[in-house]
């Protein structure tokens, strides 16, 4: 697609254009960060209401039974868990990734005693998303059993990292920064192979790739549901655990909603049967109610028709930014090959930072990432090929006339 017009017309063609109408985007935006923060489902307004002057101000505390709170984070898991090849009963949204990463790592490394109990290595990805390696660290820590993180990166290549000391293994199926995605199922294979266990960080992958959880054979997955799900800001992640684990050991954050018979109100704790021993305490009620209005979304487009069309826009924005902005030192920082590649692309340039600013103040809303990584999210739910256009057009010309170089695009804030 060489013109505008092509691209409106491929856009006039594609299938998922009607969902845009599905959400609220501000006039004047182009929205190229769905994969940090989603944007705002039409339905969630309506249903926040519901949930706070209905459910809660009228009907109070019968809500937990009447409204269906209490079986949410279950029912939710189970919606979600239709996007990710989890059956029914596998999958609970609540509390935050991290937290959730803590629960699969410590229920992991506990089944690996049973039967590899000299196995002292927990294997990551020096390029992992920070809180990934901050919660093993803070595992290790905690244990004192002589546990070691190790990580893979372009010295340590995985299959020479994955030997026989490496009891867990905790990689993200796509990179929060370049956009590289890994072959679960065959990296889920070689761990299995020898001796470890495999959990997946699917922050990124969620509602952004196809994923088959039970068809990779992987063993525990968590990950976020206000990326590429729409869920709302710090809307509850998930965690999902292969129902051989289910039952071999419970989290250690031992709360009364993963108790058997919260209600009965005992000393001792018991845990529940199920998934549900992977609930801790009370849930965020308003919050986790808004995860439907993203999920419905999604579960109408269908993921194998969210991915050709991601790689479609990716493909089309590479291209693009290689034939417009050729005199621009711009390196591509995601691979180009489809099976590689996740569902945002990540260009660097050495003034990222103030690249980023300046296409934000044009209404180009992307994100940066340390070191130099313009990062831009593609979300077919609501981004279109005339949006991809458009949003290249602005980078142009911010790199041709240098609109970036001024002193208020070199203000950092807490938040990039
Ligand atoms: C976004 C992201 C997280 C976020 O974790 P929170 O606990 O929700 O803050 C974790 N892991 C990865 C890989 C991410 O991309």
Redesign the pocket.
Known sequence: MNTREACVNADLKDPLAPLKDCFDLPPGVLYMDGN?LGVLPKTAAARAAEVIRKEWGADLIRSWNTAGWYDLPARLGDKLGGLLGAREGEMVVTD??????FKALAAALRIQQGKHPARRVILSERD??P??LYMIQGMIDLLQQGYEMRLIDDDLPLDKALDDSVAVMLL?HVN?RSGYMHDMAAVTAMAHERGALAIW?L??AAGAVPVDLNGADADFA???T??YLNGGP?SP?FIWVAPRHTSDFWQPLSGWWGHSRPFDMAVAYEPAGGIRRYLCGTQPIVSLSLVECGLDVAHAAGMDEVRRKSLALGDLFIALVESRCADHPLTLATPRNHAERGSHVSLRHPNGFEVMQALIARGLIGDYREPEVLRFGLTPLYLGYADIWDAVDILKDVLDTRAWDKPEFKQRSAVT
């Open positions: 940090s935050t990734t991290s937290l959730n990463i992992n998303f809180t990934d993200s929060y960080d922050a990124h968590v990950g976020c206000y990326k710090g992640a």
